[in-house]
C-alpha cells in the first residue's frame, strides 16, 4: 500500500513538471516550447537602424582614422620631442604602437562587457575614456607620458567603443546586414582619407597641442551618438547567435581555467573554419599597422 502510495505522488509530479506552460494542444513528446516573452527575435531591419548605422560609421570613422593617421603625428611628436635623442624614432613609434595594440586586445573585455553591462554603458565609456586620453595627451610634456594618456587610455577607449558599435547593428538589421556593414566600413576609410588631408594643415597652423584637443573633441562627439544605440534584446532572450559570450551555468569550479567558460564562447576555437581565419588574421595584423606609421617619415625624407 505505501509502495502504491508512492506512485500516485510521483506521478503527478512528473506530469506537473513538463505540463507545457502556454497551450494544451502540445506533444508532451517534444523538447518544452518557448513562452510568447521568448519567441525568436526578428530585427526590424530599417527605422531607427538607419540612425544607428549613421552613428556607427561616425564612430568607426572617428576610432579608425586617429589610428590610421598616427604616422602624421608621429612627425610632428619627433619634431617636438626630440631634443638631440638618437633614440626618439623608436620611442616615439611606441606612442602609436600601444594604441593600436590595446585597441584590438581590449575588445575582447568590451565584448564581455557588452553582455554583462549593457551596449550603451560600455560604447559610452570607451567615448568618454577616448576623451579624456586625447585631451590629457594635450597638456603633455614629456614623452613618456603618452604611452598612458595616447597608448593606454586612448587605445581602451577605442576597443570599448569599437566594438559595441559592430554589435548593435545585428539589433536592429539582419536582411539588410551586409549593405549596413559595408556602410559602417566605408566610414573608417572615408574619416581616414579626410583625416590625413586636414590632419597636416592643424599640426602646421595650431600645433600638436591644439591638435589633441582638437581629436579629443572628435571622441566627445561620439558620447551623443553611443546613446543612440538602444538594444532591442537581451541576454536573458537566449539567442545565442547573436551574443558576444556564452555563459555555462559551472555548479562546482575546480579548474583554475574553467572561468573562461562564462564569459568566452570557448567552443569557437573547436571550428577549424574560425581558428584558420583567427590565426591568419592575427599574423597578418603584425605587419598591418606598419605603413601607416613610418611611410610619411620616409616620403618627407626625400
Same mark, same amino acid.
Request: proline share 4%; glycine share 10%.
Given at each position: 500500500?505505501?509502495?502504491?502510495? =508512492? =506512485? #500516485? ?10 505540463? %507545457? &506552460? ?20 526578428? %530585427? %526590424? ?26 604616422? +602624421? ?25 600601444? $594604441? ?6 581590449? $575588445? ?7 553582455? &554583462?553591462?549593457?551596449?550603451? %554603458? ?6 568618454? *575614456? ?11 610634456? #614629456? ?9 593606454? *587610455?586612448?587605445? +581602451? ?35 581616414? +582619407?579626410? *583625416? ?5 594643415? +592643424? ?5 600638436? =597641442? ?19 544605440? =538602444? ?53 597578418? *595584423? ?17
Amino acid at each position: 500500500m505505501a509502495k502504491d502510495e =508512492k =506512485k #500516485k505522488v510521483d506521478i503527478p509530479n512528473i506530469e506537473i513538471e513538463y505540463t %507545457p &506552460r502556454f497551450g494544451s494542444n502540445v506533444d508532451t513528446s517534444q523538447p518544452a516550447r518557448k513562452g510568447p516573452q521568448e519567441e525568436e527575435f526578428v %530585427p %526590424p531591419d530599417g527605422g531607427w537602424g538607419w540612425v544607428v548605422c549613421i552613428t556607427s560609421l561616425l564612430t568607426n570613422g572617428t576610432a579608425f582614422s586617429i589610428l590610421n593617421t598616427f604616422g +602624421i603625428i608621429y612627425v610632428y611628436l619627433i619634431k617636438e620631442y626630440a631634443h638631440g635623442d638618437p633614440d626618439i624614432s623608436f620611442k616615439t613609434s611606441w606612442v602609436g604602437s600601444v $594604441c593600436t595594440g590595446i585597441t584590438f586586445l581590449i $575588445c575582447i573585455f568590451a565584448s564581455i562587457s557588452s553582455d &554583462r553591462n549593457g551596449i550603451r %554603458p560600455t560604447a559610452f565609456f570607451g567615448a568618454a *575614456l577616448g576623451a579624456v586620453g586625447l585631451i590629457s595627451s594635450a597638456f603633455i610634456t #614629456k614623452l613618456e607620458l603618452l604611452y598612458l594618456t595616447y597608448g593606454i *587610455l586612448l587605445g +581602451i577607449g577605442g576597443g570599448f567603443v569599437y566594438s559595441p558599435s559592430l554589435v548593435i547593428l545585428g539589433h536592429y538589421f539582419k536582411r539588410h546586414m551586409g549593405i549596413v556593414n559595408g556602410i559602417v566600413a566605408f566610414g573608417s576609410s572615408m574619416y581616414t +582619407i579626410i *583625416l590625413s588631408i586636414v590632419l597636416p594643415i +592643424i599640426l602646421e597652423s595650431l600645433g600638436i =597641442k591644439y591638435t589633441f584637443l582638437i581629436l579629443g573633441g572628435m571622441y566627445c562627439m561620439l558620447l551623443l551618438g553611443t546613446l543612440t544605440w =538602444k538594444p532591442l534584446f537581451h541576454r536573458e532572450n537566449n539567442i545565442p547567435d547573436l551574443a558576444l559570450s556564452k555563459e555555462s551555468i559551472v555548479e562546482h569550479v575546480d579548474d583554475c581555467c574553467s572561468w573562461t567558460k562564462k564569459y568566452l564562447n570557448v567552443g569557437l576555437f573547436k571550428n577549424r573554419a574560425y581558428l584558420f581565419w583567427f590565426l591568419g588574421l592575427s599574423t597578418s *595584423l603584425f605587419g598591418y599597422f606598419v605603413p601607416f606609421v613610418h611611410l610619411v617619415s620616409i616620403f618627407n625624407s626625400f
